[in-house]
Every structure is written in C-alpha cells, then in structure tokens.
C-alpha cells in the first residue's frame, strides 16, 4: 500500500540522521546520565574532603630534616687514586662519595651519634585521638637506678595528681630487661601490673623498672594530661634511625653532600642529624690523630731506649779516660775518627730502614695494627711512594671494618673494596722488596769506601782505638737520638696542624612535611570524589538490563522512530482520556495522534496494532487511550481484544462472559453479535470472547481476513490490541493485516536484550511500517515533558 512505503520512508529518514548524530548524542547522553545521578556527588565530596580533614587532624605528622656536608679531596698524595681506582671501573670523586656514603650509613658511625644523645627515654603526653612526643619540654624527667636492668618498649604511664605528687602505673605482658649503664641486655621479665603513688624524688621500684621522678621548674603542664615514656636501648634507636636515613649527592661527581632523616618529632631530627654530622667530621680526624699518637709513641719508647744506652756510653767514656789519664786523641786519630763515625751513621740509618721494611713486609700480610709500621723516620726516596701505598691500605681496610658487620657478605661494594685491599698489599710487597734491595746496595758502597779507613784505624795505638771505638758509639747513638727528638717534634707539629676532611655547611633543620602530604591527599580526595560516584553510575549503567527513556531507546534501536511517549499514570482510572481530558497523559495520546497523522500524511491509516515485549507494559493501556483519542476527534473508532490469552480488555470494559472475537472466528456470532458500545460516542468495543484453546490458528483463518475487510468498511480507525510478541506468535500473524505496528515499551520495566532480540527478529522477516511508543515515563525526569508537566498541570 503507498501509505505503507511513506511511513517506511519516514523510517528511514530518521534512522540516517541519527546515524550522523551519534557520537555527539553519546557525549549527551553521558552528560545526562551524570546530571541525573548529581546527588551522589553531593555525598561524594563532603564524604572524601571530611575523610580527608580528620585523616590530618588526627595522623602523627613525619617529618624531613636535612644537613649538608662538604667532603674535602686531600692532596697530600703525590700518587693520583685514579691509579689505584681505574682498574675497578670507578672515578675518584664517585669512589669517594660512594665510600662516605657507606661509611656514614653505617651501623658504627649512627651508633657514634646515638651514644651522644639521650634519645634512650622517650616521653609521650597522651591525646584523645593521637600521642605527642615531648623532648626537653616534658614537665618532668627520669633518673634511672644504674644498678637495675629496666623494661623496655612498655609504656610507663605518669600522671601529676598535684603537690609533686605522680601516679606511675604499667600493665605489662613481660619483656626484655636491659641495663643502660652496661649497654646490655640482661633477661627478661614475666608479665606484672603496677601502680603505685610516689612524691618527687622518690624511688620507684618493681620487678620491671627503678627510678625516680624529677620535676622541671621551668615546664608547666596542664591538670589532667597523661604521660607515659618508653625506654628503649642504643641498638634499637640505631636501627630504627639507620632506617630512615638517606645520603645522596647534589649532583654526579659533586663532593657535596644531602644528609636526611625523617621523624615525628623536628627537634629530635636536627639533634640527631647535628650530631651525625660531627661523628662525620671527628671520624676522619680522629683516625689521622691516632695514627700521628701512634708514631709519637713509638718514637718516644725509641727515645727512651736510645738515652738508657747513650747514658750508659758516657759514662763508659769518661770511666775509660779517668782510668787510663787519656786526654785525647791526636789530630790524625780524630780525623779519621770523623770520616768512620759519618760512614757508621749512615750505615745504622740504612740498616734501621732495612728492618723496618721487613717487620713492615712481615707484618702486612698479618693485616694487624699496620698503623703502628707509618713512622716517619724514612728518609728514601720511595718513602713517599710507600707512605701513600700504606695510607691507601690503611683507608681501605678501615672502610672494611666499618662496613662489613651491616653489609652482606656478597655486596658488590665489599667485593671491591676487598679487591682494592689485594692491590695494596701486592704494591707494598713490591716496593718494599725494591727499597730493600737499594738499600742493600747502599750498604756495599759504603762498607767499600770504608775498608781504606779501618786499615789506618788499625795501625793506630790500643790506647787510642779503644777510646775511638767508646767515643765512636757515644757520637752515634747521640746523632741518632738527636734525629729521634726532631722526628717527635714535627710528628707533633703534624698532629696539631691536622684538620677534618669534611665540612659542615649547613645545620640541621627540618626542610618539611613528609606525610600526611596535604596537597597530594586533597588531590586524591578530589579524585576519588569524582570517581566513586562515577563508578556507581558506570556499575548501575553495567548492571542494568531495562530500558530507561528515550535515550536507550535510540541507543539500542536506531532504525525504529518514536511515535510518542506517555506519561506516567498516577490516578486508578485507566481511561485517562475521559476521566482527565487535561491531563499530560492525555495530552501524550493527542501527540501521538498527531505524529501518526504526520507520518501518514494524506494516506488513511486505518488499521493500528498495539504489542509488547512481554505482558505488565501498559500495551492494553495504550490501545485503549489511542482508541478513545481518536473517537473524541470524531473518528469513528472499534478496538478489538485479540489479546484471547489474557483478555484484560474485556475485563477493563466490563464485558466478561460476552461473546467475542473467539465466538466470531468459529462462526458462533456474526459480527454484530460481538461488537459492543463502549458508552463513549464513537467508540466501540469487540472483546475477546471466551478464551480459546488454539488462539493462532484462529487468528490464521480466513475468518480474520474477512473481519479485517469488514472493520475498514464500517470505521474510520481499527485499533488491535495484540498479544505480547515477545511470548507468542500471534500479533505476528496481526501484523499482517495492519497498517501501522505500534510496539509499547515500558520505562524501567522493559528488558533491553529482550527488546533488542524480538526487534531485531521483526527486522529480519521484513516487518515495515513500526513505530515505538515508550509508556510509564516519570514527569519528575528533566528533558520527559518537565514543561508540559508545569503547563498544564496535574
């Protein structure tokens, strides 16, 4: 029929534009979508901001404080440790810092600082929602008894009841005792309570803990505050301190150096970092120190060994010329007395600084107390040489010592560090066995050049040989000790000029606020803010199945065009039409006569069916408004109650037990038999009849046909209220015989996948001339007739 491809056309039309349209109605779509769910982000924000506020009300704040230190590169060495360090892949000034970085991690050195504080009592004044740590500003302070063990990691409480009187008490489950005067652990102890109330200056005593209780004048607390401390040993402070320590560098190669700590209490960040860092600056000094002590000592005991024998030659020397009246040596004699001494003393500095270096080279591989063998009393010319090979050993093993109680055994910085040590010892060794051999060759050519002058000695007279011989040892050992007593003196002028090879530059403080970070968590509060309802619109969008309005509708078919939507219906009557003629659910019928006007435009639509996807989506409804719509516009209209497996029509009519259409279809009743007035004008009424057994094959005869071509000759509209095609064949077998399909879809009723699935089947058998009226719309819904709802009122 022509009026069948106009509306076909009019489909297809709108299916193109929607088409072109899609990706800004999703955008849309979306937008309406979060604008309809704006209350959850109401509860959203306030929620995450107010989680967010008392998470930094009551959150212990951590702190960051820093301390930066210059290392100094000495140039003392006339050998570049570029020499010693390329071998291993490192550069001098990265070699350097990472060794300091080490060794100012390590366990030694922190434990160093620690000693230095009293960080071993720690006292808390006890809040509602959160502790404080008090330091140097707690009312009071312990005095421990240094001959009893104390309980560690257990709250003491200590409250002032007034007249310096306290209240101490501990609930204790037992614990580990330690004696802070010892630095040691000492046992345990079983589980106690204590309370107990003492004056100030009295002795508190248990199984668990003694001390006393000293008030500070200069401290005022508030009445009613709680304080409690907590001791705790050495070693666990070192640990906990260890921790959160971080060393880096300003920059690649740079000698400068961050040192950071992070805490809850600032004050006892800066002392601990404060302190750190002299232990930084007095390491270095205090190794260059004791090495220069060792040579003074030893060189006094060589001192003093050297006077018992020089006193012991003088007087050899003046018994020998009391004895034997001698008054002197000749002219002769002296001289050659002069030329043998200066040969003999250079021969007993040679052969000191050959048995020096082979203690030196036996000691060496021991690898004990080598700072005892750094003498300065060499004057070779591979003194030098071999003083820095030592110095290097010396640094080297002194990093080892520091290190390898914290580190593992296979750290690769040991491994190297333990290579570096190899290298030495090899160096040493070689130059070592070098100065012997020069020293050996010394020795030769003096012994040479002095046989021509003990040959003239030997001619001389006992008398006087004997007293060159005395004379000879008493000059030599004075030379020496002489030598010895400027040796003392620069080592001492050594050790004076000494200075650190770090520098402070500058002093701890706290350079912020690590956590809770403000800034960040308002971010996240933010986001979350954002997210979590987000999420629940995005999850109820997932986990919904039914359709909402006319946004899915043309989201989930397209191709289909929407003939009208109805409000939803808040009165009992289901004839809204006569009993609320001003309706907006009236005014919704009357749009959608309009619309199946416009598309039919100057073709007779006649014939309309009504189906569903499923029964209980107002389809019933529908046909019965639509037919009163049209009567009321002076068409004279008939709907018929095809729905003969459950014949709601006849029931809202008040035809039950009247013939109908099943009473028609077997030839029982003529046609005027079962048509009915519905008691409004222009409207009549054809129910189902009694229900049948077979009602398909009823509506496939020609019984059907017939009726159809009757009900186009005798009224202006046919209005066919189908069954639910959903569930059954039959309004298939109507469409047919229709000239517009009108499918009902319900808001917040209707299954997408269901609709979806009998569209998509009516698409697929060619069924044209369909239009989609959505029923049950909430007026409350901004964009679904909010103005209509206003303008015309309930």
Request: proline fraction near 3%; charge should be negative.
């Amino acid at each position: 029929m022509t009026h069948t491809s106009q509306f076909d056309s009019s489909n297809h039309n709108h299916s193109s534009k929607k088409s072109g349209a899609d990706s800004f109605f999703d955008i849309n779509r979306i937008v309406q979508l979060f604008l309809k769910n704006w209350y959850l982000f109401v509860i959203s924000f306030p929620l995450c901001f107010g989680v967010v506020i008392i998470h930094h009300r009551y959150t212990i704040p951590v702190y960051r404080g820093s301390a930066t230190v210059l290392l100094k590169n000495p140039d003392e060495k006339s050998l570049s440790r570029s020499d010693l360090t390329e071998g291993f892949g490192l550069a001098p000034e990265i070699s350097n810092i990472e060794n300091q970085t080490f060794i100012i991690k390590s366990r030694k050195v922190i434990s160093k600082a620690i000693d230095r504080l009293d960080f071993g009592i720690s006292y808390f004044v006890k809040g509602r929602f959160k502790d404080t740590e008090l330091y140097h500003n707690s009312p009071f302070y312990l005095e421990l008894d240094s001959t009893h063990s104390q309980l560690l990691n257990t709250p003491i409480y200590v409250e002032s009841i007034g007249n310096n009187t306290f209240r101490v008490s501990c609930d204790s489950e037992g614990g580990t005792m330690f004696n802070f005067s010892s630095q040691s652990q000492t046992g345990g102890v079983g589980a106690f309570d204590f309370k107990q109330i003492v004056k100030e200056n009295e002795w508190v005593k248990c199984e668990g803990f003694s001390f006393r209780i000293h008030a500070k004048e200069s401290v005022k607390s508030a009445s009613g505050l709680v304080h409690y401390v907590y001791l705790k040993s050495n070693e666990q402070i070192t640990s906990e301190y260890r921790g959160g320590l971080d060393v880096n560098p300003y920059r690649e190669g740079s000698s400068i150096l961050y040192i950071s700590n992070t805490g809850t209490n600032p004050s006892k960040i800066n002392a601990f970092l404060d302190a750190l860092c002299e232990v930084i600056v007095e390491y270095n000094l205090e190794r260059k120190n004791d090495m220069a002590s060792r040579s003074i000592s030893f060189i006094e005991s060589q001192l003093e060994t050297i006077s018992d024998t020089l006193d012991k030659v003088q007087d050899q020397l003046l018994s020998y010329r009391k004895e034997n009246r001698f008054m002197g040596p000749s002219d002769y004699s002296q001289k050659l007395a002069d030329q043998y001494f200066d040969s003999e003393k250079e021969l007993k500095l040679l052969e000191l600084q050959k048995d020096y270096y082979k203690r030196l080279k036996t000691k060496l591989h021991a690898a004990k107390d080598i700072e005892d063998y750094m003498l300065p009393v060499l004057d070779d010319e591979n003194k030098t040489y071999i003083s820095q090979l030592i110095l290097e050993l010396i640094q080297f093993q002194g990093e080892m010592d520091v290190l390898k109680p914290s580190a593992q055994q296979n750290n690769y910085y040991l491994k190297t560090l333990q290579k570096k040590i190899d290298l030495s010892i090899e160096n040493i060794s070689k130059a070592i066995n070098q100065s012997v051999k020069s020293i050996e060759l010394k020795q030769d050519k003096i012994n040479k050049s002095n046989q021509d002058v003990i040959a003239a000695m030997d001619q001389l007279p006992e008398l006087e040989k004997s007293y060159l011989k005395i004379d000879r040892n008493y000059r030599l050992n004075d030379a020496i000790y002489t030598f010895m007593l400027q040796k003392h003196s620069e080592t001492q002028i050594s050790k004076a000029s000494n200075v650190p090879d770090s520098e402070v530059i500058d002093q701890a403080s706290v350079s912020g606020l690590v956590s809770p970070n403000k800034s960040s968590n308002y971010n996240k509060a933010f986001m979350l803010a954002l997210l979590i309802p987000i999420g629940i619109v995005v999850l109820k969008e997932f986990l919904n199945t039914k359709v909402r309005g006319k946004e899915d509708l043309d989201h989930l078919i397209p191709s289909i065009p929407m003939m009208g939507m109805v409000m939803h219906n808040k009165s009992e009557e289901s004839d809204v039409i006569r009993n609320h003629p001003n309706s907006i659910i009236s005014e919704s019928f009357r749009a959608i006569r309009t619309k199946l006007r416009f598309v039919s435009k100057e073709q007779h639509l006649q014939v309309i069916s009504l189906t569903s996807t499923n029964t209980g989506e107002g389809k019933t409804f529908c046909a019965q408004n639509l037919a009163s719509v049209f009567s009321i516009s002076g068409k004279k209209t008939v709907i018929l109650g095809f729905d003969m497996r459950k014949p709601r029509l006849t029931t809202l009519f008040g035809l039950e037990y009247q013939p109908g259409l099943s009473n028609y279809l077997i030839g029982q009743n003529s046609l005027e038999e079962v048509t009915y007035n519905s008691g409004q004008a222009n409207l009549f009424v054809i129910p189902a009849g009694e229900i049948p057994p077979n009602p398909s094959e009823l509506i496939a005869s020609n019984r059907t046909q017939e009726l159809f071509t009757s009900l186009r000759e005798n009224y202006d509209i046919v209005i066919v209220d189908s069954p639910p095609i959903g569930l059954v064949a039959d309004a298939r077998l109507l469409m047919q015989h229709s000239d517009c399909n009108l499918y009902v879809v319900r808001a917040n009723y209707t299954v997408k996948d269901h609709l979806v699935h009998t569209i998509n089947d009516l698409l697929s058998e060619n069924v044209t001339s369909m239009g989609v009226i959505l029923n049950d719309v909430n007026t409350n819904e901004k964009g679904y007739g909010y103005y209509s709802a206003e303008y015309y009122g309930e």
